[in-house]
């Protein structure tokens, strides 16, 4: 008899969150997908709103909610600079309070929670590769703390539930992921080019395109997402998930013209503050502990995700927010 849960997935409508959604609505799962669609839109979870085991909570997380689930996924926040840089105070309290919002019912329903934090805990990183225990670099007052120290406050508030109130908690720091489902106009760095180079247009490089990323295929992630939910009991995290392959913005740029066979040509753009220079994860703990390593290599990654804006019918997409670099600013 398998084992099934009722699951809340918050910003489930998102990028990852619908992947994640699928995937456990798949197993059988009662899922509960709660979503404000801040950066997202129901097209990404239309297809499973006939499934008997799904359930749709358009709710903001800032704001509290009481469910009697067995296990919370926190993804609920902006991920891309663009957005959670659009109102700054709104991405800090959607982390902070959506943690102590969904810790606090944890707390009452006994559920596990997973907490989605992200490598920019370690800000413009000192240390390469990043491992767990580097205490990161972050500028508390630059233009991401909204999102890093919002984060990095997340998962002080997880280790404290967990102290204080036994709350049983899984901490993950995400590195870059990429895929099918990102908002054609989410900003990022993987959507950004494969557009430009579907359309033709120049392909925007911020800075001189010497700063590295590691991309990981989001079907690698959720399954290290759900391996550290169903993880040994005494493993709270952090645990880094990420691809280990690292590659410079320039290199991805040029990769995405080759993979698309697009006309497009390289241009550069002023680099955003606090950029990070070099970001990769090791990733030997997340391969002890929970016995996972992405699978899926850059150039698999990327072809299914050209495919996937390629089939695309931007009519039915609106820009969640305005582009700072779109706009000059
Ligand atoms: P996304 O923007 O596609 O998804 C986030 C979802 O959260 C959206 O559906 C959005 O509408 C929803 N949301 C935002 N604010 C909310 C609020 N106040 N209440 C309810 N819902 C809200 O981004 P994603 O890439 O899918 O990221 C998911 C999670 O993973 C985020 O917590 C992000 O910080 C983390 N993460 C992602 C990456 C990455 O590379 N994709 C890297 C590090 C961490
Ligand atoms: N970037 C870029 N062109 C774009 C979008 C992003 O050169 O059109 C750069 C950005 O400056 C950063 C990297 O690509 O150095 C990754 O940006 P992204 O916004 O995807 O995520 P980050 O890792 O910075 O949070």
Redesign the pocket.
């Known amino acids: 008899m398998p084992n099934l849960k009722r699951i809340l997935v ?8 619908s992947h994640l959604c699928e995937r456990l609505v798949g197993e059988g799962h009662d899922v509960i997908c ?7 839109q129901k097209s990404n979870i239309a297809h499973l709103l006939t499934e008997p085991n799904f359930e749709l909570i358009r ?4 704001t509290p909610i009481w469910l009697e689930v067995d296990e919370v996924y ?7 600079p663009v ?1 959670y840089q659009y109102n700054p105070i ?1 991405t800090i ?2 982390s902070v309070l ?1 943690a102590i919002h969904v810790l606090g019912m944890a707390k009452r329903t006994n559920a596990k929670v997973l907490q ?5 805990v370690y800000g413009d990183p000192e240390v390469h590769p990043q491992t767990e225990d580097y205490r990161g670099n972050v500028n508390p007052i630059g233009i991401r703390a909204c ?1 890093d120290e919002g ?1 990095r406050c997340a998962e002080t508030i997880c280790f404290d539930y967990h102290r204080s109130n036994g709350v049983d908690v899984r901490v993950v720091r ?5 895929g099918p489902n ?2 054609p106009y ?1 900003g ?1 760095v993987v959507s950004n080019f494969i557009m430009q180079a579907l359309a033709g247009k120049d392909i925007t490089i911020y800075g001189d395109g010497s700063q590295t990323r590691s991309f990981c295929y989001v079907d690698d992630l959720v399954e290290g997402l759900v391996r550290m939910m169903n993880g040994p009991a005494d493993f709270v995290g952090p645990v880094n998930l990420g691809n280990p392959g690292e590659f410079t913005i320039r290199e991805l740029a040029e990769q995405v013209i080759d993979l698309t066979d697009s006309s497009s040509r390289l241009t550069t753009m002023p680099l955003p503050d606090d950029d990070p220079t070099r970001r990769c994860p090791d990733i030997n703990l997340a391969s002890q502990k929970l016995g996972w390593a992405p699978k899926v290599p850059l150039e698999q990654g990327l072809k299914h995700t050209i495919a996937y804006f390629r089939d695309l019918d931007l009519s039915r997409f609106r820009a969640p927010t305005p582009n700072v670099h779109d706009s000059g600013a």
């Open positions: 918050t910003g489930g409508a998102g990028f990852i969150g709660l979503d404000n669609f801040f950066t997202s709710h903001d997380i800032t926190n993804l609920a926040c902006p991920a891309s957005h709104k309290k959607t959506g989605a934090s992200t490598s920019e999102y984060k995400i590195f870059n992921t990429y990102m908002h989410d990022r």
